[in-house]
């Protein structure tokens, strides 16, 4: 996907991005590559890729919520800012937290942030089941995209998602993770609302969008500590 062509298709998501927007989305690929080149940030690269498989992929979530009505966004095991960071330059009224387990991806995200110059823009290093002890509905939106199974990432990120807020799953083929989540959705407080199978353009790779409501409190017991999220890939 070139340049020309992520701007069309925004275009299809009822984005219209500024030269502004386009000049800090060139700056972050340029960012990630240089410092893809001493530490494992992605193994996505290439110009065209990271712009259809990181920076557009990660607005296709704008087909499931609405960000320009959303205040609050939290995105769980972000990596190396995907698509919190993407969805911050778009979005700059969001006031957007990024967890993640690993610091150097927090170094990595704090440089981005500072020649950026965003603000309203927090990174935390800690594991998500440790900072959902303290941060219970807080978010009027919680994101993660490609980090665990279903059922697990319910467990971490119900809690942190106010009443009436969303959790937004972005994966790729998760039929079978569908078939796992009644229990974890009775036990949390939240119900599955819509999911949304969607293809990228240009090369038609299959994504899936979840969108969870959280209908009242989560019991305290949750999230539990001793269990793990590992970052994974698409």
Known sequence: MNKQQFIEELLKLNIEISEEQLKQLDKYYKLLVEWNSFMNLTGITAENEVYLKHFYDSLTITKIVNLSKTKTLCDVGTGAGFPGLVL??????????????LNKRINFLNEVI???GLKDIETIHTRIEVFGINNREK???????AVAKLNVLLEYCIPITKIDGYFIAMKANCEEELKEISHALKVLNANFIEREIIYLPCEQSLRTLIKIKKIKETDNKYPRKNSEIKKRTL
């Open 88 to 101: 911050k330059i778009i979005f700059p009224h969001l006031k957007i937290t990024l967890i993640d387990s």
């Open 114 to 116: 500072k020649q950026l």
């Open 139 to 145: 978010y009027d939106v919680v994101v993660a995209r």
